[in-house]
């Protein structure tokens, strides 16, 4: 079983270097590495060099920026069994890719599983996950992964294709996320078996919230892309409307706990996803 891992990245060279030293490191060792490089410099050269040759990695050049369209170029050389998407600033732990193949090996009508993000002190970062194994689901998937915890089978992603080019950071849209909810939620929709695995984990720091005007941006423009794929899956009422009262009812709280800032911050996201809900599907 052979991994395909896409990894796109810009403006990072230690963290990068964070995740090669990490799978150079992994007890299984049957994988390619494809590095989308999105910078406009020769920065990453030496630093790939200098983990061949116990890395296998093609290095490719993206004159767009955009983490989807970086991924999607990505996928059209990919050769492994398995398909991952790591992001430049995570690392796995030392047997992360075996215990993948093993799982993967051991239950053949599983298409693929996600898991969960944690620091290096195995705290979970990036937001909240289900505590439970769960079959991923239309309902449940916004807690059953994040993009860098995501192996399918290479099968599934020649048959559900692209990433959604209107989504993710780097789009040139106000849907600066949702682009892998998106694609788990088409590979559901296609007949893939998910498996949610809370053991399954890769770590990632956690970037904090500070509540200033850029976090405010941002929760605005994560909440556009959490609307937009809302509405792209047809999701019924009663769950959009939910996804806009959750963070309403956290900039009311805040704000009784005279917590302005934090108050701002979530109504920026619930004003994001009314803003992605409402926007047009082209």
């Not at 991994?3 to 403006?11: G, P, Q, W």
């Not at 990433?163 to 789009?171: A, I, P």
């Not at 900039?251 to 979530?266: H, M, N, P, V």
Request: net charge positive; with cysteine; charged share 25%.
């Amino acid at each position: 079983m052979r991994f395909s891992l896409v990894l796109a990245t810009v403006d990072r060279v230690e963290e990068l270097k964070r995740f090669l030293a990490s799978l150079r490191s992994q007890s299984y060792k049957d994988c390619e590495l494809i590095v989308v490089d999105q910078n406009g410099d020769e920065r990453l050269a030496p630093l790939l060099a200098d983990f061949e040759p116990a890395l296998k990695v093609l290095h490719l050049r993206s004159t767009q920026r955009g983490l989807s369209r970086a991924r999607n170029l990505g996928l059209r050389h990919v050769t492994g069994d398995v398909v991952a998407f790591p992001d430049d600033d995570c690392w796995y732990p030392p047997d992360c890719l075996r215990a993948v193949a093993d799982f993967l090996l051991a239950n053949p009508f599983v298409d693929g599983i996600t898991g969960r993000s944690v620091d290096e002190a195995g705290r979970t970062t990036q937001g909240r996950f289900a505590c439970d194994r769960s079959r991923v689901d239309r309902m449940a998937v916004w807690a059953q992964g994040i993009s860098y915890t995501i192996f399918l089978r290479g099968e599934v992603v020649r048959r559900i294709g692209e990433f959604d080019e209107s989504l993710g950071v780097g789009s040139g849209t106000e849907f600066g996320s949702g682009e892998e909810t998106d694609y788990l939620i088409r590979a559901v929709e296609a007949g893939a078996a998910l498996e949610y695995l809370p053991e399954h984990v890769v770590h990632h720091p956690e970037t904090g919230l500070l509540f200033d005007e850029k976090s405010r941006h941002k929760g605005f423009l994560y909440g556009c892309g959490m609307g937009r794929v809302l509405r792209k899956h047809r999701y019924p009422l009663w769950y959009r409307g939910r996804a806009v009262l959750r963070p309403i009812g956290g900039a009311c709280l805040a704000a009784a706990k005279g917590r302005i800032a934090e108050s701002q911050f979530y109504l920026a996201r619930a004003l994001g996803r009314i803003k992605g809900l409402t926007a047009a599907i082209g």
